[in-house]
């Protein structure tokens, strides 16, 4: 039996208040491969919820599920309110997905190609507002294929912006990027949550997880292993008696990087 609230469902309504997303018993099968096995979560709203987990663990699966990109075999799941699985196009008024930069049509500048995908979202925006949120207005008669990969990858973020959505969906969004554009990243991620939204990250970077994630759920095989604030799961992990190997030090190699290049935005 269901226990997901819709929006107007009585009794049930409190259920969903609060939450972006809600998730209940959500499988997807390739075949005989089970690649989400009855997850159940629930994201808070303006909660950067990170999802993190080995290669094939079935986060993408999750994701595009979530995204009304790929259908569920069962379960539910609610995204801003709407139910995915019944209304897949609905979806993506709500959400922001993150596109490769190898995806964009190279024949127009940043500030035709943010034009093109409002016209795509029958939205009227101010491109330059956007591109200077993700610091890219000195760019904005530039192409894509002249960024450096940290410009590509925060000009993703914003082609996700251009529908003001509730929810933005980061996968692996600082793969191959510098120090220095990583925490750019990072901190356009913090800006984008303070402006109230929600952020799902998958990342394979435990730090990234662990400075940016309120939340964060550990997936391997098809389920959900833990579920809880970095800071709680490390401090039960020491509680088991566990101690690192690693030497603590103050200070780490990418502290010396970033004060030797400084921590500014590279334009270069
Ligand atoms: P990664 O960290 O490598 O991106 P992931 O956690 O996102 O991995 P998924 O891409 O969701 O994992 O894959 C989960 C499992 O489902 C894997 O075993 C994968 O091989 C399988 N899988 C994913 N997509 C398909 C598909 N379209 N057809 C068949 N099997 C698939």
Redesign the pocket.
Known sequence: MSVIARPGDSGLATQTDGFAIVVEGLRKR??S?V?VDGISFRVKEREIFGLL??????????VEILEGLRSADDGQALVGGIDVRRDPHKVKNVIGVQLQSSAFFDGLNLLELLDLFAALYKRSIDAMAILKKVDLSEKARAKVSTLSGGQKQRFSVATALVNEPKILFLDEPTTGLDPQARRNLWELAQSIRAEGRTIVL?T?YMDEAQTLCDRVAI?DH?KILAMEPPDALIQRLLDKGFKGERLERSANLEDVFLDMTGHGLRES
């Open positions: 390739y075949g491969l690649a987990g080995p290669n094939g663990a079935g986060k993408t699966t999750t998958t394979h997936m098809g």
